[in-house]
């Protein structure tokens, strides 16, 4: 026989159910409780069961679920009334039985305000009702409402005028992006996965670190200034009277690259290279990167010529690597996918991944790296 604590369970599971309804308009249907226990053989413990079961029912408690018995006859214990349905005929019965009235409430009041002014969120909130009760939306109402008449800020988080606490918009930032990409689904920046770039506002953006390898240039433009970082989103639009482009993993190799007429370098740090892609003006430049001779830095090289076609590696190649190796090994790799690499890159990283091995930049000499750069 089913148990009190196990009808609790079933008619908590039964909740976000009951919620979607109340979204579409329903009126309130009886919610039935499945049990698919026998009764106990035991004649005592089928006593016991039964008792406890009447004890928390509406019978006894004033509300609850109610329970239906047919009388029958049965082998072990006569002619007994067993239980064959339990349900809750009211919504007070069902919602004081789980203790969600206030809840309910909350919800009620709150998907009446959601949808006066944002009916499209009716699909996400039939779909999310759990949320619409965890979260305060007096307060994610106001952001809504301010992205959808200023879609495009162009302003740090805490600038936003809108009157809420200073940390809400940091704190709920996952709820809010959920309800401003259907919100103002027209303006998001899909591509993007870090809330203020994908809803047009300002932030602390990663740092280009570049020095100018052309004396006169620097002296034009920077008045002698050579090592320069600055917010990616700058140096997007940077507009310098250069050819050629060198990428180094290595800051230190980055520092003490030679110079070079109408060029400049950039110190990529590993993986760090991805956040150029979007630079439109690198696409006009000659570039050559020099990562680590170890399967990582081939892939990083790959990722990079992905976004820029012209790419060439320099002092990646096998007779450096023979020249200064150390017999240090790499960091293993389960990298499947064909890389963007020349054959001879490709044979160079099949190498260096199947043994794990690895030559870091700053193993080889300044007069070689000076001798070697394109």
Known sequence: MITPIEIK????????????????GESFNPIV?????????????FEEELTD?????????GYGYTIEYQTVKTKRHGIQDIPTSISFQT?????????????????????????????????????????VIENDWESLLKVCKYFKAIPQPHLYIRELPIQVHTKFIENNSGIIRELLDIIIADYVNIEERKFEPRFNLKYDEPLVRFRILDEAI?????????????????????????????????????????IKRDSIVIWG???????????????????????????????????????????????????????????DKGTV??????????????????????NNLRLEQEKVPFDYITKSIP
């Not at 369970?9 to 579409?24: G, M």
């Not at 409780?33 to 413990?45: C, L, Q, S, W």
């Not at 079961?53 to 408690?61: A, D, F, G």
């Not at 790799?333 to 199947?354: H, Q, R």
């Open 9 to 24: 369970k079933k008619a908590v599971n039964k909740y976000k159910a009951y919620l979607q309804s109340i979204v579409e």
């Open 33 to 45: 409780i499945v049990g698919d226990k026998k009764p106990n053989e035991d004649t005592v413990k």
């Open 53 to 61: 079961l009447i004890s928390c029912s509406k019978e006894k408690k």
């Open 91 to 131: 919504e007070y019965d069902y919602l004081k039985y789980i203790n969600e009235e206030k809840d309910t409430a909350k919800f009620k009041k709150d998907i009446s305000s959601i949808l006066s002014s944002f009916p499209e969120l009716k699909e996400w909130i039939y779909k999310y009702p759990i949320k």
């Open 218 to 258: 620097s002296h034009q433009l920077f008045g002698g200034i050579d090592d320069i970082s600055i917010p990616i989103s700058e140096f997007q639009h940077l507009s310098l009277p250069i050819q050629t482009v060198y990428v180094v993993e290595n800051k230190i190799n980055m520092l003490i690259f030679p």
């Open 269 to 327: 740090h590993g993986f760090g290279v991805d956040v150029m892609k979007d630079v439109e003006w690198l696409k006009t430049k000659r570039i050559y990167y020099w990562g680590d001779l170890d399967a990582q830095g081939f892939q990083i090289l790959s990722e990079f010529r992905f976004h820029f076609k012209q790419v060439q590696s320099f002092l990646m190649d096998r007779y450096t690597f023979d020249k200064y190796f150390e017999g």
């Open 333 to 354: 790799t389960n990298v499947e996918k064909e890389l963007c690499l020349t054959a001879e890159e490709n044979n160079m990283f099949e190498y260096l991944k199947a």
